[in-house]
């Protein structure tokens, strides 16, 4: 136990899922957290299922991740992440960029939705081997015609972005790029032969998925045991069969 | 043309879909507002399709709902709340409940993304009637073990708010409440059978539904012809066999 750390990370121990946008912001900001149910022996998943239960707290999450810092018991990664960027310096302080990093999250948020039923297109309730068929309809799909719908828009939004460095929002670091550096992690985790194929269509998107690798701190991160490796049990989920 | 209207709503002409939880709020909320694609011989669908072009626009959305808002564009349903709820006290002002709401708001957006993969499973791209039998598989998961699970939630944070008024968020109306309404109007048009079997289990959700829809304004607004009826192109569709 930390008590003197200023976050708590609630969130499922074995993946790094919707929780892993939250573990690199807060590892970008440089601020001490518990990857609650992480910990051996102090029942932490139990401190996890408490975050969703409304006989416990008082403001319940449908799903994992949350974040508690102090009083405040936050869920939604969107919302995590706009509290934290706010907080810590990693999102603009003017409405306008605020409201457009709130925006490219959220559309980061609905290709992640849509890679998950790849996997998932009908039932979250069956196994993936129940769903293969429906699956290799989906992924074809979305190899095809959803992942360069994404992905072209995100590489216009860092083309059209009037400041230098190349970031999605403004001039310097933003939750948003994190998000970006995961999500490109992702989908060539899950995807390697679609990623390869398009990979020249998103320079801008690739140059920035490795500068934030190669900040110190993320770097850091990334090399660490805190850094799940990805799995078939998370989002991004590697089938080879789903990706021809 | 109403050059005074301080808001512009860039959405598809023919459906209410998620440009539904907008109008809400502008109408809850008495202000003007133009309804872009919609206006006659006004080329309405091309100014909506510039709000989503990065060669036009700085701020260019991946997909409609956007309500530009004098210099600002702004994108996202749920940004797009929380910029009106702010603006317009439909949202509490204390950080702790706004982000209470936000993160409601999020919970919603994510069963309206179920709602829409019940006849769209496979693709974005094939027409319900290409993949109907996953439609059916989907669907019949959706009613049986989503819907409970979510509109459960939803009754939940209703029962465990401490203020008085049948409120999601606080004592005052909120996008929240409203949004809650359009999901469980939506619902029962697009589920009717499972909504009437399932409904004696969501008593504080149902009621919120007939305050919110009794509200001066809002009254005013579902008899008007600014509200589009359901149909079968937005994201609550009935098809009864989807709904056994």
Same mark, same amino acid.
């Given at each position: 136990?930390?008590?003197?750390?200023?976050?708590?990370?609630?969130?499922?121990?074995?993946?790094?899922?919707?929780?892993?946008?939250?573990?690199?912001?807060?590892?970008?900001?440089?601020?001490?957290?518990?990857?609650?149910?992480?910990?051996?022996?102090?029942?932490?998943?139990?401190?996890?299922?408490?975050?969703?239960?409304?006989?416990?707290?008082?403001?319940?999450?449908?799903?994992?991740?949350?974040?508690?810092?102090?009083?405040?018991?936050?869920?939604?990664?969107?919302?995590?992440?706009?509290?934290?960027?706010?907080?810590?310096?990693?999102?603009?302080?003017?409405?306008?960029?605020?409201?457009?990093?709130?925006?490219?999250?959220?559309?980061?948020?609905?290709?992640?939705?849509?890679?998950?039923?790849?996997?998932?297109?009908?039932?979250?309730?069956?196994?993936?081997?129940?769903?293969?068929?429906?699956? $290799?309809?989906? @992924?074809?799909?979305?190899? =095809? *015609? &959803? !992942? #360069?719908?994404?992905?072209?828009?995100?590489?216009?939004?860092?083309?059209?972005?009037?400041?230098?460095?190349?970031?999605?929002?403004?001039?310097?670091?933003?939750?948003?790029?994190?998000?970006?550096?995961?999500?490109?992690?992702?989908?060539?985790?899950?995807?390697?032969?679609?990623?390869?194929?398009?990979?020249?269509?998103?320079?801008?998107?690739?140059?920035?998925?490795?500068?934030?690798?190669?900040?110190? $701190?993320?770097? @850091?991160?990334?090399?660490? =045991? *805190? &850094? !799940? #490796?990805?799995?078939?049990?998370?989002?991004?989920?590697?089938?080879?069969?789903?990706?021809?």
């Amino acid at each position: 136990m930390h008590p003197t750390a200023p976050y708590q990370l609630y969130y499922w121990p074995g993946i790094q899922g919707r929780g892993e946008f939250v573990r690199l912001a807060l590892e970008a900001a440089g601020v001490a957290y518990v990857d609650v149910a992480r910990r051996r022996g102090e029942r932490g998943m139990e401190a996890m299922l408490a975050s969703l239960d409304g006989a416990v707290t008082a403001h319940p999450s449908f799903a994992p991740p949350v974040l508690r810092a102090g009083e405040l018991l936050i869920g939604q990664t969107a919302n995590i992440l706009q509290f934290l960027g706010a907080r810590h310096g990693l999102a603009p302080r003017a409405q306008q960029g605020r409201l457009w990093a709130n925006q490219l999250q959220l559309t980061i948020a609905d290709i992640v939705n849509e890679v998950h039923d790849c996997h998932h297109p009908l039932s979250t309730n069956l196994y993936y081997e129940q769903q293969q068929p429906a699956a $290799r309809t989906r @992924a074809a799909d979305f190899t =095809a *015609r &959803r !992942l #360069p719908k994404y992905l072209g828009y995100f590489e216009g939004v860092l083309v059209h972005n009037p400041a230098r460095g190349n970031h999605a929002v403004g001039g310097r670091l933003s939750y948003v790029d994190l998000s970006l550096f995961q999500l490109v992690a992702g989908l060539r985790y899950a995807f390697p032969n679609a990623m390869a194929r398009q990979q020249q269509a998103w320079p801008r998107l690739l140059a920035l998925h490795d500068s934030v690798a190669a900040r110190p $701190r993320i770097a @850091a991160y990334l090399k660490s =045991a *805190r &850094r !799940l #490796p990805f799995n078939e049990d998370g989002i991004f989920r590697h089938y080879p069969e789903l990706d021809r």
